[in-house]
């Protein structure tokens, strides 16, 4: 099976995932998705933590100094991406708070160079899911229901097991749409 749907385009692993799908949606009524396990997954790397080239951490600039998460990932509210902050974000503050500890030394380095820090990716979606910060996040959907509660995190690890079933599972109980194409291209 994995060897398989490797070897297929993502619209043609979906038409075949569907063709096994639907013969046994009769018996699990409307539900039939929630629970299927779907080949080839990066979404369920709960607790995912990649190495990052310096700690950033959200628990002292979140929780202890209460910087509003939107500060620093601005485009949430009105686009696909959240976005991850520039080094001129950062060095708005850093130029002068804790300029004595190594990591900020590693960021003014950087920042004189112009060259970006590279931090490494914790959530991934597969290519052909459509997904999108802004509705979620104008409909008030707090950050911390999908990502837990990064206020007390130093570097983001994954906190939910981002499966199919878990985003069908939100839309259906709160009437958001389900079919195919919401999320699917
Ligand atoms: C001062 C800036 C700043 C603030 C405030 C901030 N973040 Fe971040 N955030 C970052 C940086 C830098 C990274 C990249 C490093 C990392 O992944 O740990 C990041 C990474 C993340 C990631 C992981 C992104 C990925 O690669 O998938 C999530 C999720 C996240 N932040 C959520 C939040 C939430 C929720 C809040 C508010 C509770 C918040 N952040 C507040 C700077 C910030
Ligand atoms: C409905 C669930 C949900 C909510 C609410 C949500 N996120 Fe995300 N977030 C995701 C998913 C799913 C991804 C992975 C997207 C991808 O890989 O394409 C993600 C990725 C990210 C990333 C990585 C960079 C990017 O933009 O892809 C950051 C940073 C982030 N979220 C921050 C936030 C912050 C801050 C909030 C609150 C303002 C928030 N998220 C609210 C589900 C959510
Ligand atoms: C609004 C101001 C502000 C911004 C913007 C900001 N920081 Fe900070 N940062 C602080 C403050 C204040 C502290 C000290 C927190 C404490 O010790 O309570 C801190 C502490 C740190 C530390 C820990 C230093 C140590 O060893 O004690 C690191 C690393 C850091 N910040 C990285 C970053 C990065 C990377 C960014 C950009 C993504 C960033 N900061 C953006 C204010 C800011
Ligand atoms: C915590 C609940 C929740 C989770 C988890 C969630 N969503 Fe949503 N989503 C919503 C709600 C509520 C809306 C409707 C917002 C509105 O009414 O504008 C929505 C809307 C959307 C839309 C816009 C639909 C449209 O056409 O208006 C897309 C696309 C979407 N979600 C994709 C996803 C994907 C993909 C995932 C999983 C990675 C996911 N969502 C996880 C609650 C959630
Ligand atoms: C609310 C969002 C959402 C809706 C609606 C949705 N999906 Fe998905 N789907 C996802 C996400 C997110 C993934 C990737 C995560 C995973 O593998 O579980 C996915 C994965 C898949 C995969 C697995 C592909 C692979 O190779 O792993 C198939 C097949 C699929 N969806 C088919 C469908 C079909 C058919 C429908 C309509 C009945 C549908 N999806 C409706 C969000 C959604």
Redesign the pocket.
């Known amino acids: 099976m994995a060897t398989v749907t490797k070897t297929l385009s993502p619209l043609a692993r979906l038409c075949l995932l569907l063709a096994l799908l639907i013969p046994s949606a009769c018996g699990r009524g409307n539900k039939f998705w929630t629970n299927y396990w779907t080949p080839g997954d990066t ?1 369920d790397n709960v607790g995912y933590h990649p190495d990052q080239p310096i700690e950033f951490p959200h628990n002292l600039h979140a929780g202890t100094r209460q910087i509003p998460c939107q500060y620093c990932h601005s485009s949430a509210r009105r686009s696909a991406t959240a976005g991850i902050p520039s080094l001129n974000t950062c060095m708005g503050c850093h130029q002068y708070v804790r300029t004595d500890k190594d990591a900020i030394k590693y960021l003014k380095s950087k920042w004189e160079a112009k060259e970006p820090v590279v931090w490494t990716k914790v959530h991934d ?1 597969p290519d052909f ?4 910060h802004r ?2 996040v ?2 008030g ?1 707090d950050c911390a ?2 990502h837990g509660d990064v206020k007390e995190m130093v570097t983001v690890k994954q906190a ?1 097991s ?1 499966q ?1 079933g ?2 069908v ?3 259906q ?5 389900i079919n195919c194409s ?2 699917h291209y």
């Open positions: 979404v979606m899911v459509r997904f999108s509705p979620h104008q409909k959907i229901e999908c939910k981002m199919m878990w985003c599972e939100c839309h109980a709160n009437q958001a749409p919401t999320c």
